[in-house]
């Protein structure tokens, strides 16, 4: 019997569609689960070799994807992701269970350069620019993995200009002069020039005006769908977080504790309650919620 066949991505999931259609018109449909880009696969870091800060994380990001990480200050998400870019290890933290793979290759015993190259980028809390280089320069120093390919940087660097028209025109201003939404679009530009595969984005709402986070979120959406670059967010903004993610994962004291659908967690009364501020009846005060901490209803 003869077939033809054509691939078909199924919309709003990661799983791949292989539709068969026999010489006489009748369509085999077989599923194939895709591998995750990134896994994270029950990891514990502890800092100082005393202090335990996540206890037997697991997550998946799978290509195109933007998963968020939720969760009060404190709960781990930070850890979690300079546990995978390998960052950890500069503030005396190490992974001592469980394993870390991109794109089917074991990498929490690399060091951090190496999985820049791989195309794993992290863009820090708080921004970290150079604030005595250009906002050019500084964007250049994201490019330094191109070695002397002057004609793929300045590619990427029309290309970070395209997203971001506002560093086009501070380019020639030190980053130290620049506003804090412009220094968030240069940490988010200079990982760009690095060719990633997937960003780790720690609190990129920080400190930004409510305008300045949309159009951020916008900007990384816009990233997601059209250099096909994956996303995991850490963010304490978890309305915004859910608005924008597919996938989101929400961590309490070291550990994922729910997990599911961004529709679905938008619509979970925990999750709607503890950190969007919403009940049945409408938005409680903190002073309202407050017990949620002794009764962890979902942890039970």
Not at 17 to 39: C, D, R, S
Not at 67 to 88: E, H
Not at 173 to 187: D, P, W
Request: charged content about 25%; overall charge positive.
């Amino acid at each position: 019997m003869k077939h033809e066949a054509c691939g078909i991505r199924q919309a709003g999931t990661f799983n791949s569609i292989l539709a068969i259609k026999n010489t006489g018109g009748e369509k085999i449909v077989m599923a194939t689960e895709q591998a995750p880009l990134l896994k994270v696969n029950n990891i514990e870091v502890i800092y100082e070799h005393v202090i335990l800060v996540l206890k037997g994380v697991s997550l998946d990001v799978y290509e195109g994807q933007i998963a968020s990480l939720l969760g009060a200050n404190g709960a781990g998400k930070s850890t979690t992701l300079k546990a995978i870019s390998n960052l950890v290890k500069a503030e005396r933290g190490e992974v001592t269970k469980g394993t870390v793979e991109f794109d089917g290759k074991r990498v929490d015993k690399l060091f951090a350069p190496q999985l820049v190259k791989m195309g794993v980028i992290q863009i820090m809390e708080g921004r970290h620019t150079f604030e005595h280089l250009t906002v050019e320069d500084d964007l250049l120093t994201g490019a330094y993995t191109r070695g002397r390919d002057k004609k793929g940087i300045q590619e990427a660097l029309d290309r970070v200009y395209q997203y971001f028209p506002r560093l086009k025109e501070r380019r020639n201003v030190k980053t130290g002069y620049i506003s804090g939404g412009e220094m968030q679009m240069c940490a988010i530009g200079r990982g760009l020039m690095a060719k990633p595969r997937i960003m780790l984005l720690d609190e990129p709402s920080m400190g930004l005006a409510p305008l300045l986070v949309k159009e951020i979120f916008n900007i990384i959406k816009r990233l997601n769908e059209e250099e096909k670059v994956g996303m995991l967010l850490a963010e304490q903004n978890a309305a915004m977080a859910l608005n924008y993610a597919d996938y989101g994962y929400v961590m309490e004291n070291g550990r994922v504790v729910l997990d599911g659908e961004a529709a679905t967690l938008r619509g979970n009364a925990d999750v709607r309650e503890f950190y969007l501020g919403l009940t049945a009846v409408g938005k409680k005060s903190y002073r309202d919620v407050k017990h949620y901490h002794r009764r962890k209803r979902w942890l039970a």
